[in-house]
């Protein structure tokens, strides 16, 4: 397999010796680097330019139609080329846009903690609405003893686009209002019965006496 590639250009031995390192084969996965020889990498603004270069990757078996992941990007074959897959995604996400691998995107996609998971409260595939809490790890992953959080719990209503979940509006009101006046058509059988959100607060334990770190 050819791949193109751009390597670092714009000064004297920006890029030598581009080729394939680090190859591993596993779970009908190619995994490897692409990786270069440069004397500018270390210096800021001596290599600025990019400079097209092809690396040929070979496996001892078939490639077909396996995915390739390079530099920890992945790509997938489709319609005889490869293709980047989407990080979120994966290469082949499923048609309902319900299934919890379009609703896991969209939360990546807000403003909020990157620890945060969506809870959805309904979904026609036309329609999102699930609520995010800000940051539930303001504590750290692992919550420090006696630690509190006290974190906004917002509902966010989100319409279907041809590239995913797009946001529509955002509240931690009840009802319908906030989302009807974003979007006339969203169906009040959807919303008419949502409450207010209260806020999400967790408190870790604090470890017994004489037990330091619990």
């Known amino acids: 397999m050819t791949v193109q590639v751009e390597a670092l250009a714009g000064g ?3 890029s030598r010796n581009v080729r394939v390192d680090n190859q591993t084969e596993e779970n009908g996965v190619i995994f490897a680097d692409i990786v270069q020889d440069s004397a500018g990498s270390a210096i800021v603004g001596a290599c600025p330019t ?4 092809e690396v040929t990757l070979t496996s001892a078996e078939p490639i077909g139609d396996r995915a390739l992941s390079l530099n920890q990007k992945t ?3 489709k319609n005889g080329a ?17 299934d919890p691998t379009w609703t896991r ?3 990546r996609g807000m403003d909020v903690s990157r620890h945060s998971q969506g809870h959805v409260e309904a979904c026609d595939g036309k329609w999102l ?9 303001s504590c750290g992953v692992e919550p420090r003893p006696g630690c509190e959080v006290n974190t906004a719990l917002r509902r966010y209503f989100l319409r279907n686009e041809p590239a ?10 009840g009802g319908c209002d906030a989302v009807r006046k974003a979007a006339i058509t969203f169906p009040r059988e959807l919303c008419a019965n949502l409450k207010p959100t209260a806020r999400l607060v967790t408190v870790a334990p604090t470890p017994p006496s004489g037990r330091p770190g619990g």
């Open 12 to 14: 004297d031995g920006c």
């Open 164 to 173: 995913g979940w797009s946001i529509i509006a955002r509240t931690t009101s």
């Open 129 to 137: 609405v699930m609520t995010v809490p800000d940051d539930p790890a």
């Open 105 to 107: 995107a969209a939360v």
């Open 82 to 98: 490869y293709n980047r897959c989407d990080e979120n995604l994966g290469c082949n996400p499923p048609k309902d846009r319900c």
């Open 50 to 53: 990019f400079a097209p270069a």
């Open 75 to 77: 790509w997938a074959l």
